[in-house]
């Protein structure tokens, strides 16, 4: 069983940036990817970013490609997802999860979720 909680959204200036952080409990952490999904209102949830068990694949969705970065901290429990050069349309609630392969972009491939964190972008 992996617990998940994320923390670092906030209210952001378009073009400015924000580094989100997801905290693990469990012993397993390190054996599964991670990914980051958001979801805006009245849309679905929608795949950011996904990472190996031991980082050294990458995944990311188009619309943030150049300005998004996900990175993980075995030791730490702890992945994160660097937004840089925001955009109104990044505005979503964003959620961390854990799954098997980092390939997997469907919510329903990924086994846990954390609460989710609000990131607002002001224009």
Not at 51 to 62: A, L, M, P
Not at 78 to 100: F, G, H, I, R, W
Request: net charge positive.
């Amino acid at each position: 069983q992996v617990q998940l909680v994320e923390s670092g959204g906030g209210l952001v200036q378009a073009g400015g940036s924000l580094r989100l952080s997801c905290s693990a409990s469990g012993r397993t952490f390190g054996s599964y990817a991670m990914g980051w999904f958001r979801q805006a209102p009245g849309k679905e949830r929608q795949f950011v970013a996904a990472i190996s068990w031991n980082g050294g694949t990458t995944y990311y969705t188009d619309s943030v490609k150049g300005r998004f970065t996900i990175s993980r901290d075995n030791a730490k429990n702890t992945v994160y997802l660097q937004m840089n050069s925001l955009k109104p349309e990044d505005t979503a609630v964003y959620s961390c999860a854990a799954t098997q392969y980092a390939r997997n972009k469907s919510p329903h491939e990924y086994e846990y979720w954390g609460q989710g964190t609000q990131v607002t972008v002001s224009s």
